[in-house]
Structures are given as C-alpha cells and as structure tokens.
C-alpha cells in the first residue's frame, strides 16, 4: 500500500525520506582545493598563462559554478566544443593524478554517515559534477566502491550534471527507493547542489558548509537547511 505524504506541500517529517542523494568533493570528499588545481593545469594546456586577467576571469567563473558538470563549465569558458573537450580531458587528467597522490579524504564522519542512513533502511546514492573515470578513482582512492547502493555522474543522467535536476531524478528511477520526489533529500555543499535539488522537487535540500559555498549562497540558492557537514545528515533525518 502507498503511504501517502501527510502534508505533501510542507518539509516531509524525517522517517518519510526514503532516498538521500549525496554530493562528493566538498560534501562528503575533502579534497582540498584540488578542483582548482586541475582547472589551473587545463588552463595552461590551453595557453592560458597564470597570472593573467583572462585566468583570472575564468578562476572567478570556476569558483562560481562549483558543483556544475566540469564539461559544462568548460563550454562556458571556451565556446566551441572541441576546445572545450580538450580543456575537460586535461582537466580530469590532472584531477586523477592528484587523487592518485593521495591529496584526498573523507570529510569528518561522511563514510559513518552513510553507513548509518544505509543501516535505517534508506537508500544512499553518491553523485558528481565528475566524469566517470575521475569518480571511480575516488571512490577507489578512498575504498568506497561498495559504500553506497548507487553512484552517479552526469554521463549516467543523459549528459546534464547540475544545476539541472536529472542527477537527482536518475538516482530515483534507477533504485525506486520512493514513490515520490518528495520523500527525497539531497545534500551539498555548493549553490548548484541546492538548485538541482529543488528542481527535482526534494523534500530536503540540505547545504553543507563544508566546500566551496558560505550560508548566505547555499539558502539564496534555495537550501531548506544548512548544516556544519554532512555528519549531521542522518541526525536531521532522524537517524540517530
């Protein structure tokens, strides 16, 4: 038998969250800063010199779009596609080679997190503004292939990461965790991941301070909460 939210329009209570879709670097990945790294790196294979009021222009853009699909940023930045290709490729190189110099690790308590949202029946998906290729060297850097029921990055949702809300409606149709957008929450740390999350029609839209976007951008962005880190996720779900 379906359940039916009670109030279908207000905040859903607690125990009605059935899906929890989870953002990586900056929310539950601290990678310190290595997003700007890589994009330096692209930059230069392009000829953009360090230093310049062009590189400046297109870091101000980069910080400002954290959590978009890197792809898309990248079209932005470039214009024609196979630049824009060419500026990803390097990028995803320089992030891989940065991972696999063990320039990451878990955010404070997000692997326990997870666990604990997984143990109270709920369904955990982790998704990325990444390629594939760079998603599965975290995950393999940090030992978490197995960590939650689903991953997800742009590629797996048709080509469209954030802020459009595919990401998020995948991870429903792909696990039918729940028989309504509502009964979902979704957390991140960047403007981006509020904005897809609200367009996906969750219930919960949970900000974390943890990465690249302060209080005042993740609620301007639409957050419904805005919490220290991810670690307090499962307690705001009433997982304790």
């Not at 594939?132 to 393999?140: E, G, K, Y």
């Not at 991953?151 to 998020?168: E, F, H, I, S």
């Not at 209080?215 to 639409?222: D, H, I, P, T, V």
Request: hydrophobic share 45%; proline share 5%; glycine share 10%.
């Amino acid at each position: 038998m379906v359940r039916p939210l009670t109030h279908p329009d207000r905040t859903p209570a607690p125990d009605d969250i059935q899906l929890v879709v989870l953002d990586m670097a900056g929310t539950t990945v601290a990678d310190g800063g290595l997003v700007e790294e890589a994009f330096e790196a692209a930059a230069r294979s392009l000829g953009v010199a360090p230093g310049s009021a062009e590189h400046a222009r297109q870091l101000a853009y980069v910080r400002a779009t954290m959590g978009e699909s890197k792809i898309s940023v990248f079209r932005h930045l470039f214009g024609d596609e196979p630049t824009a290709r060419r500026a990803n490729a390097a990028f995803e190189t320089a992030y891989g080679e940065l991972v696999d110099g063990g320039r990451i690790a878990p955010v404070d308590g997000a692997r326990e997190a997870i666990e604990a949202l997984r143990a109270a029946g709920r369904t955990v998906v982790l998704s990325t503004g990444f390629a594939r290729i760079t998603q599965d060297a975290l995950l393999a850097a940090l030992g978490w292939q197995d960590l939650a029921d689903l991953t997800l990055c742009p590629a797996d949702a048709g080509g469209r990461g954030r802020p459009y809300p595919d990401m998020v409606l995948t991870a429903l149709l792909h696990t039918r965790a729940t028989d309504s957008v509502r009964r979902i929450a979704v957390a991140g740390d960047t403007s981006y991941d509020m904005l897809s999350g609200r367009r996906a029609g969750a219930g919960i839209v949970a900000g974390v301070l943890t990465g690249a976007h302060d209080r005042a951008q993740l609620e301007s962005a639409g957050a419904t909460h805005v919490l220290g880190s991810v670690a307090e996720l499962p307690a705001l779900l009433g997982v304790v």
